[in-house]
């Protein structure tokens, strides 16, 4: 046995793995759909949605196993994610990579297999979708087709999981944190390190500091995961990696703190950092301080993890303006009244919330131009804040999206509503188009009329494109479904499931036609389907199901079945055991066809061939017949006594012996 190498790229490839967050999860059924329909389209008893952990292969679904993972050092799946294509063993006591693996020379005694790899969207395979036989075979051209298709469906799914996850906790985690921001009694330290714990730690980030600038130097004001003393602490220089961070405004990575001149390499030896990343915080787009993220692993930081950094320094900036300003206002109670305090930091806060914002912000004039827009939608559109100003926002809606947009803006002004909310499209400045969540909130006069409009720009574009993704695998799905039942109507055959626990049974639409049943009244009962069975058959097939059920013990069997009509039909039913992981029967699954016309046709050939027999055998004419190299193949006994040959001799004979014979004797 030959075992499986490790991936080219073993170490990211795991780690990719790791980001899908489905090792070990829940079975569901949708993938259980997937290998179901893989194994009854391929013809097979096993199927599995494998995933190729570091030393184990995990089944996501399984379809004909009774267990949920297999070493990998004796998976078939461990040599298919080698390749890009289809790996498909057709006989694997011919091949010397799994002639003495025990998956073959034992149970389950596999002879066949066939495995698509799951290619992630980055680029490398996660695991595969596999089809296993414990005979040897090949797939027709149509099942590889099908096996391609379903495994682009196993990843759009495993890719939709992975979005909506991180969506979702990034969501919750910044809001989470943006509702801190109105605590007066933020303690910025805490607030590092929760902001830590929330976005940094899927890098590897075990601590922080939050530095400003004082000249060319930057002084710790917040520390997370550090010594206490570390607060105040003075980072002399603009040639450290905070004080380049503040000077450039772009975000640094060191991979490798040992050998990089631009941190200090022995405090950091002293924190255990190996490796850090330095982000600037801005203040009207200009850097005022920077967060130095550190982590106790070499190359802990990439280019994936910029767009957490930037959430993180948006939060710390309006984090630590908070502070500040928070502050400055318990200065102001003491001179200024409590009105007036909580005037100018409502105001203060708003206009801040505004310029950190992660997500796009504008506010709009009645007109339509832009009174002011902040950094981020900026950076969304690709305009400079001067350029924005300058134009309405009609010219940089999508050309579909204007008259929505007109309505919208009519409604406001009318006063109708104060609220609007919708997806649409702008038109960034390099012409390409981006999805954004738009909310819209007006902001009146004293007498009601309209005196601007805040604008809050959500970039949804990744969301569109995946629910684009999802509905094109969706389609892809149905017309996988359609073309199953337009091949069950062809070939006669449908497929059943029978689940133990409830008693209830699925059919496809080929075998309510079978049974003469209309779609619209269900599956029946067990008792019921039974009942279709000729009274002849019936103890034969109801032994057959039971023992299944009871035992696992696959079945195959022709029999009769009486439709409502009257109609007696030839049938044949195929049928296996569902196993749960734990080794249980779930149910039974199998094919059920139509072979009336089949046992007509065999029937009907047989008569012809006694037909053919009796008349070869009573006729007085001589009557042979020659095959295509003029060798007597067949001859009656009237033609062999005109000859005088025997039936031996005139096995030897070709037409030219006796041809030529008769030729001889009419010229005498």
Same mark, same amino acid.
């Given at each position: 046995?030959?075992?499986?190498?490790?991936?080219?790229?073993?170490?990211?490839?795991?780690?990719?793995?790791?980001?899908?967050?489905?090792?070990?999860?829940?079975?569901?059924?949708?993938?259980?759909?997937?290998?179901?329909?893989?194994?009854?389209?391929?013809?097979?008893?096993?199927?599995?949605?494998?995933?190729?952990?570091?030393?184990?292969?995990?089944?996501?679904?399984?379809?004909?196993?009774?267990?949920?993972?297999?070493?990998?050092?004796?998976?078939?799946?461990?040599?298919?994610?080698?390749?890009?294509?289809?790996?498909?063993?057709?006989?694997?006591?011919?091949?010397?990579?799994?002639?003495?693996?025990?998956?073959?020379?034992?149970?389950?005694?596999?002879?066949?297999?066939?495995?698509?790899?799951?290619?992630?969207?980055?680029?490398?395979?996660?695991?595969?979708?596999?089809?296993?036989?414990?005979?040897?075979?090949?797939?027709?051209?149509?099942?590889?087709?099908?096996?391609?298709?379903?495994?682009?469906?196993?990843?759009?799914?495993?890719?939709?999981?992975?979005?909506?996850?991180?969506?979702?906790?990034?969501?919750?985690?910044?809001?989470?944190?943006?509702?801190?921001?109105?605590?007066?009694?933020?303690?910025?330290?805490?607030?590092?390190?929760?902001?830590?714990?929330?976005?940094?730690?899927?890098?590897?980030?075990?601590?922080?500091?939050?530095?400003?600038?004082?000249?060319?130097?930057?002084?710790?004001?917040?520390?997370?995961?550090?010594?206490?003393?570390?607060?105040?602490?003075?980072?002399?220089?603009?040639?450290?990696?905070?004080?380049?961070?503040?000077?450039?405004?772009?975000?640094?990575?060191?991979?490798?703190?040992?050998?990089?001149?631009?941190?200090?390499?022995?405090?950091?030896?002293?924190?255990?950092?190996?490796?850090?990343?330095?982000?600037?915080?801005?203040?009207?787009?200009?850097?005022?301080? #920077?967060?130095?993220?550190?982590?106790?692993?070499?190359?802990?930081?990439?280019?994936?993890?910029?767009?957490?950094?930037?959430?993180?320094?948006?939060?710390?900036?309006?984090?630590?303006?908070?502070?500040?300003?928070?502050?400055?206002?318990?200065?102001?109670?003491?001179?200024? $009244? #409590?009105?007036?305090?909580?005037?100018?930091?409502?105001?203060?806060?708003?206009?801040?919330?505004?310029?950190?914002?992660?997500?796009?912000?504008?506010?709009?004039?009645?007109?339509?131009?832009?009174?002011?827009?902040?950094?981020?939608?900026?950076?969304?559109?690709?305009?400079?804040?001067?350029?924005?100003?300058?134009?309405?926002?009609?010219?940089?809606?999508?050309?579909?999206?204007?008259?929505?947009?007109?309505?919208?803006?009519?409604?406001?002004? $009318?006063?109708?509503?104060?609220?609007?909310?919708?997806?649409?499209?702008?038109?960034?400045?390099?012409? $390409?188009?981006?999805w954004c969540l738009l909310a819209t909130s007006a902001v009146r006069n004293s007498d009601g009329s309209l005196k601007y409009v805040?604008?809050?720009?959500?970039?949804?574009?990744?969301?569109?494109?995946?629910?684009?993704?999802?509905?094109?695998?969706?389609?892809?799905?149905?017309?996988?479904?359609?073309?199953?039942?337009?091949?069950?109507?062809?070939?006669?055959?449908?497929?059943?499931?029978?689940? /133990?626990?409830?008693?209830?049974?699925?059919?496809?639409?080929?075998?309510?036609?079978?049974?003469?049943?209309?779609?619209?009244?269900?599956?029946?009962?067990?008792?019921?389907?039974?009942?279709?069975?000729?009274?002849?058959?019936?103890?034969?097939?109801?032994?057959?199901?039971?023992?299944?059920?009871?035992?696992?013990?696959?079945?195959?069997?022709?029999?009769?079945?009486?439709?409502?009509?009257?109609?007696?039909r030839d049938v044949s039913s195929r049928g296996q055991a569902d196993w749960a992981a734990d080794g249980s029967i779930t149910g039974?699954?199998?094919?059920?066809?139509?072979?009336?016309?089949?046992?007509?046709?065999?029937?009907?050939?047989?008569?012809?061939?006694?037909?053919?027999?009796?008349?070869?055998?009573?006729?007085?004419?001589?009557?042979? /017949?020659?095959?295509?190299?003029?060798?007597?193949?067949?001859?009656?006994?009237?033609?062999?006594?005109?000859?005088?040959?025997?039936?031996?001799?005139?096995?030897?004979?070709?037409?030219?012996?006796?041809?030529?014979?008769?030729?001889?004797?009419?010229?005498?």
């Amino acid at each position: 046995m030959i075992e499986p190498q490790p991936h080219p790229d073993e170490a990211a490839r795991t780690l990719v793995l790791d980001s899908y967050q489905v090792l070990d999860s829940a079975s569901e059924e949708v993938f259980d759909a997937i290998t179901r329909t893989a194994a009854l389209i391929c013809g097979v008893p096993i199927a599995l949605i494998s995933l190729v952990d570091r030393d184990r292969q995990w089944f996501k679904s399984v379809i004909g196993l009774p267990i949920p993972e297999l070493p990998r050092g004796i998976s078939f799946c461990g040599h298919a994610i080698q390749g890009e294509g289809l790996f498909e063993i057709d006989d694997a006591l011919d091949d010397p990579r799994f002639v003495d693996n025990p998956l073959v020379t034992g149970p389950p005694n596999i002879r066949y297999y066939a495995g698509m790899p799951l290619v992630g969207v980055e680029g490398l395979p996660l695991g595969t979708l596999c089809v296993i036989d414990r005979a040897p075979r090949q797939l027709s051209d149509m099942q590889r087709a099908t096996l391609r298709q379903l495994s682009t469906v196993v990843v759009s799914l495993l890719s939709q999981r992975k979005a909506e996850a991180e969506a979702t906790r990034r969501l919750n985690a910044v809001v989470a944190l943006q509702s801190l921001l109105a605590d007066a009694d933020l303690d910025l330290d805490a607030f590092l390190g929760t902001v830590l714990s929330e976005l940094g730690l899927g890098s590897g980030a075990a601590s922080a500091i939050l530095t400003v600038a004082e000249g060319d130097d930057q002084i710790v004001h917040a520390a997370s995961g550090l010594h206490e003393s570390a607060i105040g602490r003075r980072l002399t220089g603009g040639a450290s990696l905070c004080g380049l961070a503040v000077a450039t405004g772009e975000i640094l990575i060191t991979e490798d703190c040992r050998i990089d001149p631009r941190v200090d390499r022995a405090a950091l030896a002293r924190a255990g950092a190996l490796s850090a990343a330095a982000v600037p915080l801005l203040r009207e787009g200009v850097a005022f301080g #920077a967060v130095m993220l550190m982590a106790p692993r070499i190359g802990a930081f990439g280019e994936a993890d910029r767009q957490n950094f930037r959430l993180m320094a948006g939060l710390l900036s309006a984090a630590f303006e908070h502070r500040l300003r928070v502050d400055r206002n318990l200065t102001l109670l003491a001179e200024r $009244s #409590a009105t007036l305090d909580m005037l100018a930091e409502v105001n203060e806060r708003f206009r801040t919330a505004m310029v950190h914002s992660p997500n796009g912000m504008a506010l709009l004039a009645p007109g339509g131009r832009w009174i002011e827009v902040n950094d981020a939608f900026c950076r969304l559109l690709g305009y400079s804040a001067e350029e924005l100003v300058e134009r309405s926002f009609l010219e940089l809606t999508h050309p579909d999206d204007i008259e929505a947009g007109v309505d919208s803006i009519a409604r406001i002004a $009318s006063g109708e509503t104060d609220f609007y909310r919708a997806e649409k499209r702008y038109i960034r400045k390099d012409g $390409s188009a981006v999805w954004c969540l738009l909310a819209t909130s007006a902001v009146r006069n004293s007498d009601g009329s309209l005196k601007y409009v805040i604008s809050q720009i959500t970039d949804i574009d990744q969301q569109k494109r995946a629910e684009e993704a999802l509905m094109r695998a969706g389609q892809r799905l149905n017309e996988t479904n359609r073309l199953l039942m337009m091949s069950e109507e062809l070939a006669q055959l449908g497929h059943w499931y029978l689940s /133990v626990g409830t008693g209830e049974i699925r059919w496809s639409d080929e075998i309510f036609r079978i049974h003469g049943r209309e779609i619209d009244l269900g599956p029946p009962a067990l008792e019921a389907a039974l009942d279709f069975y000729h009274p002849d058959d019936r103890p034969i097939i109801a032994g057959l199901v039971f023992e299944a059920m009871a035992t696992g013990a696959a079945f195959a069997c022709q029999l009769r079945i009486i439709r409502p009509d009257g109609a007696i039909r030839d049938v044949s039913s195929r049928g296996q055991a569902d196993w749960a992981a734990d080794g249980s029967i779930t149910g039974l699954f199998g094919v059920f066809q139509d072979i009336t016309e089949r046992k007509y046709n065999a029937l009907r050939m047989a008569q012809e061939a006694d037909r053919y027999r009796t008349l070869m055998m009573t006729a007085k004419d001589g009557i042979h /017949v020659i095959d295509e190299t003029g060798r007597l193949r067949e001859a009656n006994e009237a033609f062999l006594n005109l000859l005088g040959y025997s039936s031996e001799e005139a096995a030897t004979l070709h037409w030219r012996d006796w041809a030529v014979g008769e030729a001889l004797l009419r010229c005498g």
